[in-house]
């Protein structure tokens, strides 16, 4: 069975820092290409970064500087590094295997989905 766990989330203070983690079991890196996203309040999913099977990095533009992407295959975990944290940061983030560029309600879309860690950063 497919499955995706996201950690690390919680309180962090404007400025600060944080790493959050997704572990998958059911498949293994080398199989999916892997993402980051977030759904800030009231809006749709957001695509964050993503890493493919041959290890290419992807970010967007706006986020990219702040964002790292990073993965361990030996513990089939993936790694977001958020640095300089910002109250807008503040969403639920979220880990998927071929989730694409989904735009519509993160966990819902094609691929496998996490069930999401909340993050919120407090001014």
């Known amino acids: 069975e497919v499955q995706l766990v996201e950690y690390g989330g919680g309180a962090v203070q404007s400025g600060g820092s944080l790493r959050l983690s997704c572990t998958a079991s059911?498949?293994?890196?080398?199989?999916?290409?892997m993402g980051w996203y977030r759904q800030r309040p009231g809006n749709e999913c957001e695509l964050i970064s993503a890493?493919?099977?041959?290890?290419?990095?992807y970010y967007t533009d706006s986020l990219k500087g702040r964002f790292t992407i990073s993965q361990d295959r030996a513990k089939n975990t993936l790694y977001l590094q958020l640095n300089n944290a910002l109250p807008d940061d503040t969403a639920v983030y979220y880990c998927?295997?071929?989730?694409?560029?989904?735009?519509?309600?993160?966990?819902?879309?094609?691929?496998?989905w996490g069930q999401g860690t909340q993050v919120t950063v407090s001014s």
């Open positions: 998927a295997a071929d989730g694409g560029t989904y735009a519509g309600s993160c966990g819902q879309g094609p691929g496998y």
């Open positions: 890493i493919t099977r041959n290890g290419y990095t």
């Open positions: 059911g498949f293994t890196f080398d199989d999916a290409e």
